[in-house]
């Protein structure tokens, strides 16, 4: 089981530089955990890309790409504790509110034993807080 971040998804929805990776990433491991906010998130990426010209087809097999794997992953649900987290996440690290929310998830998905449970993101800021927090990290990428 591995906790992905929004940004580590969005490569599965759409063909990016990393979707050979992240797809890899899948295939190794296909028990996915996000955060109750995901879909939205990715919808707000695919929005953005349809925005700078992505073709229409594109865009809406993205969506429905989304929808599909909304039914297989498990979503971390809104807590007073991982509010709590993510607070205490803000004063720690560098992150904006949507990334202490990811990273307060994975928390309350690791059931507060973070090296129990792998984070994928491609995000560097992230990356280096979920790191310090103890989880094990991946990020796939451009080398």
């Not at 296909?30 to 929005?47: K, Q």
Request: with cysteine.
């Amino acid at each position: 089981m591995r906790f992905w971040d929004s940004s580590a998804i969005v490569p599965l929805l759409l063909t990016e530089a990393t979707t050979a990776a992240a797809r890899s990433a899948l295939d190794a491991d296909r028990d996915v955990v996000v955060w109750w906010g995901t879909p939205t998130e990715c919808v707000s990426a695919i929005a953005r890309l349809e925005r700078e010209g992505v073709e229409g087809r594109a865009i809406q097999a993205a969506l429905r790409r989304l929808a599909a794997f909304q039914g297989s992953w498990v979503e971390v649900e809104p807590s007073s504790t991982l509010r709590e987290h993510a607070t205490r996440l803000l004063r720690t690290h560098p992150l904006v509110a949507g990334d202490a929310l990811q990273l307060a998830a994975a928390i309350t998905a690791a059931g507060g034993a973070p090296p129990e449970l792998s984070f994928i993101t491609l995000d560097d800021r992230l990356l280096l807080a979920a790191d310090r927090e103890g989880f094990p990290v991946i990020r796939f990428g451009i080398p």
